[in-house]
């Protein structure tokens, strides 16, 4: 029995297969049903205990600030001047601002506005980057000068300064503040794509699709990209940390998010003030931020760990992403065969 | 190291000039001096004028940073209007102000998240390791306002309701002599510190600990060097090198004004400078301090290149 191969979690005989650990079977080759990747992924993900508290923290973040508000009976921007300045009480959870705002419906708010603007950009951002990234590798020579260039110009700015200058035009709504975020925070994930794709662009079945005749445009959609849907999964994840911790931070400046709404650094910024009598109304959304953050974090520390290309490889299983890219290799090598004609050099 | 240090120059150079070109553009697209005079404008055409005389802004977008450029290397960087003093002296000023946090600050940071990943990297998977593994995911998550605000009430003001002492001040440079300037800068400092400790003191644990894992570190015990001498001269110098980029970075962004603390803190640092610069559309003091900046980044990135080839000969050489 080949069982040095087990690792040291196994410490009884255990029937189910654990995740990233290999059975005897599976270790001499005997296992009928090589497992995808993307179960393999998922399994591996369960076992990743931060990464379940990341997203279980994160989903009920969400629940909370999305279906929350529904059970208290204030609204938004309801006034009321009488109850100013107010403690938690089992009528006001989170207690209320300084012209007698339910500060929960309102932090509820700002969290999703937050969270919004988080994700917004960390899509625009990673659209950009990968575009850009998968471009400049693939193409290599001026289009690879030019992006680089433009990626070590982005990373010379003096990021939060420019942010406010921008911001401050440009950040009012959702969009643009998102636009605004994005514009820095592209170049992470364009040098990330840009590595995986100049590593893999140089294998044969890439080679093999070029002889074929596929286009580049097929060649990166369909041979190159899946490849790096991992690091791009995880790199969308961590954004929405940075995204948000920035966000906060100018519209704690007052140069994001502008009244009437509000978002988590609003919150603080208006109770800044008051923080020597009532440092509660500073903590809540400061505690907030930290948790989404926190929980964006784990989960995209989880998601590294579970789709990391070297696991890939140690659990034997073909990977979803490159099944597929095999996949489309073989139907460009059928188009070649039917053709009758091999391009050389495409 | 002559020919790889005039490389790197001659790299960063026109890497400089083209993102200072970007930015003067970016800028001037954004900030619009003018702004308060569009409602009043038939009756205000004066002030209007005097103003897009100021800035040249009737000259084309694209074709207006060259005509700072040209002032520039005259040493002429404008007035402030919202100070009403040269750009100079007030970059001057504030620039010192600034330094004065950012410099405590750095080393601070340095030395503590030096000392936490040689820690954490020894005792690896210790109680230790843990806490400090925790309290860095919690640093790297919270935004540096809500670090500086609680730093604030507990130190500041939380102390002294409960216990009658205030060991430091609330921000504001109060201190005519060096103890007073103590109490007013560590606030500050501290919070700026911290930030860059949590991400620090994790690279350089991950750093450390490869470096500790290799062969020749095996060695060095394996001939019966003391492990102190393993760990500080052997081990310490490799693990290093990557965090001396992180440093290098860190500290530019540092002094290039820290916008959020100092406005907490009223510290007339630059970065506070620069909030109001930015409120009043005082368009030569903002381009100054976006400069300054870039400048800052780039020399520092220069720096970090060349203790890199310093450290690393293989770097230099390759």
């Known amino acids: 029995m080949a069982d040095t191969q087990i690792p040291p979690v196994l410490d009884e005989d255990v029937v189910a297969p654990q995740p990233g650990g290999a059975t005897t079977a599976e270790v001499e080759g005997l296992s009928d049903k090589p497992k995808s990747f993307g179960r393999l992924a998922w399994e591996r993900f369960l076992g990743h205990r931060m990464a379940l508290v990341g997203a279980a923290g994160l989903l009920l973040l969400i629940a909370l600030f999305w279906i929350g508000p529904y059970f208290s009976e204030f609204s938004f921007d309801e006034r009321n001047v009488r109850d100013r300045k107010l403690g938690p009480s089992t009528e006001h959870w989170f207690g209320t601002d300084e012209i007698g705002r339910d500060l929960f419906v309102r932090t509820a708010q700002g969290g999703r506005y937050s969270l919004q603007i988080g994700a917004l950009a960390a899509l625009i951002a990673t659209g950009a980057g990968t575009l850009l990234g998968a471009l400049a590798g693939y193409f290599g020579k001026t289009v690879d000068a030019l992006v680089s260039q433009l990626i070590n110009l982005t990373l010379i700015v003096p990021a939060i300064i420019v942010l406010s200058v921008f911001a401050n035009k440009w950040g009012a709504d959702a969009l643009g503040l998102a636009l605004v975020l994005a514009a820095l925070l592209w170049t992470r994930i364009a040098r990330v794509v840009r590595g995986v794709i100049l590593q893999i662009k140089e294998q044969e079945y890439i080679m093999a699709a070029r002889a074929a005749g596929a286009t580049h445009k097929r060649i990166l959609a369909r041979h190159l990209l899946p490849n790096v849907v991992g690091a791009i999964a995880v790199e969308i994840t961590l954004l929405i940390g940075s995204v948000i911790v920035l966000e906060s931070t100018l519209s704690f400046l007052g140069l994001g998010v502008k009244p009437p709404n509000a978002s988590l650094g609003t919150l603080v910024a208006q109770a800044k003030g008051d923080i020597d009598s009532d440092p509660i109304r500073v903590l809540t959304p400061g505690i907030f931020i930290v948790l989404i953050v926190l929980c964006v974090n784990f989960l995209g520390d989880g998601l590294r760990d579970a789709l990391d290309p070297r696991a890939k490889v140690d659990d034997g299983g073909a990977g979803k992403a490159a099944k597929k890219a095999a996949k489309a290799a073989r139907k460009d090598a059928k188009k070649m065969k039917s053709s009758g004609t091999v391009v050389v050099g495409a | ?318």
């Not at chain 2, 504001?172 to 919070?191: C, H, I, M, W, Y």
């Open chain 2, 1 to 318: 190291m002559f020919a790889y240090v005039t490389r790197r120059v001659l790299i960063a150079v026109p890497m400089l000039l083209v993102a200072m070109y970007l930015v003067h553009v970016g800028v001037s697209a954004t900030v619009d001096p003018r702004s308060e005079f569009y409602v009043c404008l038939p009756r205000c055409q004066e002030g209007f004028d005097r103003i897009t005389e100021q800035y040249n802004l009737d000259t084309n977008i694209f074709l207006r940073p060259f005509g700072y450029f040209s002032e520039l290397a005259r040493g002429n960087l404008g007035d402030s209007s919202s100070i009403g003093e040269p750009v100079w002296d007030t970059l001057k000023t504030r620039g010192w102000n600034t330094a004065m946090i950012a410099i405590p600050a750095f080393l601070i940071g340095a030395i503590l998240s030096l000392l936490l990943s040689v820690y954490s990297a020894r005792r690896q998977y210790s109680i230790g390791d843990y806490t400090f593994t925790g309290l860095s995911f919690i640093g790297f998550a919270m935004p540096s306002f809500v670090m500086a605000l609680l730093l604030q009430h507990i130190f500041a003001v939380k102390l002294e309701q409960l216990f009658g002492i205030k060991p430091f001040n609330t921000g504001r440079k109060t201190g005519e002599n060096f103890l007073q300037l103590a109490r007013d800068v560590t606030l500050p400092a501290v919070s700026l510190a911290i930030l860059g400790i949590a991400a620090d003191s994790r690279f350089g644990r991950a750093s450390m600990l490869e470096t500790l894992n290799q062969d020749y570190i095996r060695t060095a015990r394996a001939k019966g060097l003391k492990e102190g001498k393993v760990v500080w001269k052997h081990a310490l110098r490799n693990a290093l090198i990557p965090l001396v980029t992180l440093w290098a970075l860190g500290f530019s962004a540092l002094l290039g004004g820290s916008v959020v603390t100092e406005s907490i803190f009223s510290w007339p640092g630059i970065g506070q400078v620069f909030l109001r610069a930015l409120g009043d559309a005082d368009l030569d003091l903002l381009m100054a301090i976006v400069m300054f900046g870039g400048v800052l980044t780039v020399t520092f990135n220069l720096i970090a290149d060349v203790l890199y080839g310093v450290l690393d000969p293989r770097i230099r050489l390759g």
